[in-house]
């Protein structure tokens, strides 16, 4: 079975430096990662996948991930944040064998201070 | 282009009740998919639908949840009767059949008292 996991509840950043949130990964086979960001109230939206291809994956509103097969790892990065990135992230990982079932992490709640 | 469409957008029912969710996915959008997410979590699968069939409803509570997709198009989650730890938000989401993407509508969040 698959499984994500976000290490971290909350990250608390001041707004202009770089924001970190860590995700692992445990799959049998080829990992499909995503991560998702939900604003209160509001549904997921999507930020960036990684299929294949370059480890260093961009994506939308600025942020970037890594993928590291070595370390089943799959961490979203900001260089420089700002305070309307505070929201709620998930990182998922999709099951091809599961009708592309997403199965999500925990959920890491990031605060962008002024 | 329209998002995926899910209504209401709140609910507060008292428990015993029964309630309805309804989602209307983006055009061309075979697969459909529910999920629910409680509070602090992260969303888990509820049903998935491809077209009107219902292939992989292993994580539904049978007992008391129901789905159904008429025509392949809308779909409508139902709980009856309802209880107190069936407050949560229920997602609905379709997968673009180019790449694979899901969309995730905006939810419903059901209030159980």
Known sequence: AQSVAQPEDQVNVAEGNPLT????????????????????????QFLLKYITGDNLVKGSYGFEAEFNKSQTSFHLKKPSALVSDSALYFC?????????????GGGTRVLVKP | EAGVVQSPRYKIIEKKQPVAFWCN????????YWYRQNLGQGPELLIRYENEEAVDDSQLPKDRFSAERLKGVDSTLKIQPAELGDSAVYLCATTDPLDYEQYFGPGTRLTVT
């Not at chain 1, 998702?36 to 509001?42: I, L």
């Not at chain 1, 998922?92 to 999500?104: E, Q």
């Not at chain 2, 996915?25 to 459909?32: A, E, K, R, V």
């Open chain 1, 21 to 44: 949130v860590k995700c692992t990964y445990s799959v049998s086979g080829n990992p499909y990662l995503f991560w998702y960001v939900q604003y209160p109230n509001r549904g997921l």
């Open chain 1, 92 to 104: 998922a990982v999709r099951d091809p064998a599961a009708g592309n079932k997403l199965t999500f």
């Open chain 2, 25 to 32: 996915p983006i055009s061309g959008h075979n697969t459909l």
